[in-house]
Each structure stands twice: as structure tokens, then as C-alpha cells.
């Protein structure tokens, strides 16, 4: 792990610890529309605690006309250069340890910082890495997040959000992901849609979404002890709220925000029909194919499909 400078002191600090571990991680830029991802590993900074273990060497992963360092002047006064980093944290939360990985996506060396990102899970000794995006889509304020996403084969079918297909630029969660997968660790990669009309960070409810779908598809449970998950949904309720009110006062965006609703809504529906064909066609196929189960005449067994009297 030459490529991170670790943070001697804080690691020193750290007990020894026998609780299952998760790495997530987010990168500001192109993945992270509205800075939903981004804000959903703060958050989870604060629930955990979370102390900063170490941060990878910039000059390896940066160029720095691309992502310029900052300066502070005060007074006229040069006071502080800070250079883009991609920061290391630990905490814990709910009996686990959890791994946090965010800055700016890297703008160089992707392949090696991958390796490294593997290379920190395997330290660690984390059983999962989760990826997490934010993408601008076609997609109702008013309407659920979408979430899409992609696994490796270990977690194919888990989690039926990340059953997406897409072909086209790859951000640096997706190469982590394929990485994950190469090196035969488990590892998720949980997209949010923001609605393109409405992208100015920070968007609370593609944040609250994409730690939801975390906790589905990883088993983490967030408590809400310190109100931080309370907040977040009254802050995304509230997002909802003044998006709808600044729509309302334009009619043009009344009638683009209804075509997206009528679009999402027939699309759910769409879901819904084809699932209950394939059921109806599975029920066809048993029907046709006594053989099956080694009898003339299949017994009537219901189906779980389609039985309404099903628990």
C-alpha cells in the first residue's frame, strides 16, 4: 500500500477488533451527481464516529490542472495550500467496523488506485465494498429515487435493484467494482437518479435513498440515536416540498414534471404487468408438463406465483 500515507498516531489508537467489516466509498465529480453520494459517506462518517486513518498520495492520483489545489489568503497573506486528497476514515456502527473512502474521483492512475482500494479491503479484512453514484436522469421529483447499479457474481441476484444494464463511460466506482470482481470480493456498486431539472447539490432525497438501498443490499443497520436519519428524511421531505412549489409556479415545468410522472408511473406498471405474465406463463408450462412430476396428471398444488392465499 505504497501509494497511502497512513495516519500513524490514529491507527496506533485503534483497538483490535473481531466485528465484520464494510468498506463504502464515493468520489466527487462526474459520479456523483448533486453530491448525493458524496454527502451519503459524511453522513455515514458522522453515525460512525468515524477518525481519519490516512489519505492516498494526490500526486500519484491527481493532475492538478485538472483538479486544482486550493489557496487561503487572509490579510494578503498566503496562509494554507490544500492539495485534492482522497481521504482514509474509521468508525463503527451497529457492531461493525465501516471503512469510508471519499474525495474527488481520481484523475489518474485508475488501474493502480483500484488495486489499492482491494488492497485496503484485504487489510481490513472487510467482507464487502460498496460503490456509491448519483447519475442526472429523466425522473420525477415527486416520484420514489430510482436506484439502479451492478454486483460482482458473488452478490448476482441479491439486491434487485442492481439487475441494470449499461453500456458506455465507466467512472471510477464501476472500474473498483470490476476490480472487486477480479479479485473475487464481494462488492456493490448503488446508483441514484436526480432529476436533471433539479440538480444543485445538495439533494437530501437521493442521499436518504442511496443509505437506504445500503442497508437493504448490505445488512448494515443505521440507527437513529443521535437523530441524524430523523433529520435527513425531514430535510429530504423538505427538499420535496420546495421543489414542488418552485414547479408549481411555472406551467411549462408543471406539464414537463407531469409527463415524468406519467412516464415513471407507466413504467411501474409495465414491471408489474410483465411479472404477472411470466407468472401466468410459468403456471401454462407446469400445467403442460405433467412429467415433471412423475405423474400423468400434475396434482393441484397451487401455484406461489399467483396463490392470493399465499402468506
Known sequence: METIRWNVEELGR?????????????????????????????????????????IFDPERYFDFQAVRPELSVRDGVLRTTSYPSITIYGGTISEREIILVEGPEPSLSWPLFCDEIVTLADVFDASLVVTMGALLAEVPHSRPVAITGGSSLDLLGTFPALSG?????????STILDTCQQRQLPALSIWGAVP??????????????????????????????SGIYTQLRLAAASWEERVSNSVAEHDQAQRYVRQLEEGYDQRLEDASTSGQ???????????????LFGETERPDRGNPFLDDDQD
Open 196 to 225: 436533471s431539472y433539479v440538480h444543485e447539490a445538495p439533494n437530501p432525497k437521493v442521499t436518504l435513498a442511496l443509505l437506504d438501498s445500503l442497508q437493504e443490499a448490505s445488512g448494515l443497520t443505521l440507527p437513529d440515536q
Open 14 to 54: 485503534r483497538p483490535v477488533s473481531r466485528l465484520p467489516t464494510i468498506l463504502v466509498a464515493a468520489f466527487r465529480g462526474w459520479n456523483d451527481a448533486a453530491e448525493s453520494a458524496s454527502q451519503a459517506v459524511k453522513t455515514l462518517r458522522d453515525w460512525s464516529g468515524a477518525r481519519t486513518l490516512g
Open 277 to 291: 405474465a411470466i407468472a401466468e406463463a410459468f403456471e401454462d408450462f407446469l400445467q403442460n408438463r405433467p412429467d
Open 165 to 173: 444494464t449499461y453500456t458506455g463511460p465507466a467512472g471510477i466506482v
